[in-house]
């Protein structure tokens, strides 16, 4: 079983600043297989990148994705205030099939 | 504009039954793969199951045991059945579809239902 592990698990920015959010898997996964999503209180996640790197319908520019093999990362290049919230990313292989990071919180400074 | 509107008691015994469904609306259900997710409170987001016209189901190993998906396309719904819920079931579940090649990824969520166990 493949363990995403995020970093960090809360990130205090101000907005206009670049936030960086890092997805470690304990084994290889396939770029096609990463996605990240965000997840604001009292709402359901919303997808954001998938295949590591595309953007899903309708999410800004600023939101980008990269990585691969164990390392991914998320970029949201100029922070806006509605970008404050917790960011899971999330993988599909063997068992358990769907599994995700535990979140990364970013707050605004 | 697809939505999900998933329904069911917001309060479940121990060791009894939790039933939920998730009505389809803008699409037909036969179109993708369907899946429920949970979250308790504070916590992150947990995979339990997988649907689809075919019959074919696939299920988090650790939930299994307990566990029965199901879809009724006369209705354009599909089910979750969970048995011998604990207080470990507490959680806001999610109704969401699948998307890409491989179903890889989650693109349309639902709004979350809260279930409770207790007595």
């Known amino acids: 079983e493949s363990v995403l592990t995020q970093s960090p698990g809360t990130l205090s920015l101000s907005p206009g600043e670049r936030a960086t959010l890092s997805c470690r898997a304990s084994?290889?996964?396939?770029?096609?297989?990463l996605a990240w999503y965000q997840q604001k209180p009292g709402q359901a996640p919303r997808l954001l990148i998938y295949?590591?790197?595309d953007r899903a319908t309708g999410i800004p520019d600023r939101f980008s994705g990269s990585g691969s093999g164990t390392d991914f990362t998320l970029t949201i290049s100029r922070l806006e205030p509605e970008d404050f919230a917790v960011y899971y990313c999330q993988q599909y292989g063997r068992s358990p099939g769907y599994s995700f990071g535990q979140g990364t919180r970013l707050d605004m400074k | 504009q697809v939505q999900l509107q998933p329904s069911g008691p917001g309060l479940v015994k121990p060791s009894e039954t939790l039933s939920l469904t998730c009505a389809v609306s803008?699409?037909?259900?036969?179109?993708?793969?369907w899946s429920w997710l949970r979250q308790p409170a504070g916590k992150g987001l947990e995979w339990i199951g997988r649907?689809?016209?075919?019959?074919?189901?696939n299920y988090n190993p650790s939930l299994e045991s307990r566990l029965t998906m199901s879809m009724d396309t006369s209705k354009n719904q599909f089910s979750l059945k969970l048995i011998s819920v604990t207080a470990a079931d507490t959680a806001l579940y999610f109704c969401?579809?699948?998307?890409?090649?491989?179903?890889?990824?989650?693109?349309?969520w639902g709004r979350g239902t809260p279930v409770t166990v207790s007595a």
């Open positions: 084994q290889s996964v396939s770029v096609s297989y």
């Open positions: 969401v579809r699948h998307g890409g090649y491989y179903f890889q990824y989650f693109d349309l």
């Open positions: 295949g590591a790197s």
């Open positions: 649907v689809h016209v075919s019959g074919s189901t």
């Open positions: 803008g699409d037909s259900v036969r179109n993708y793969y």
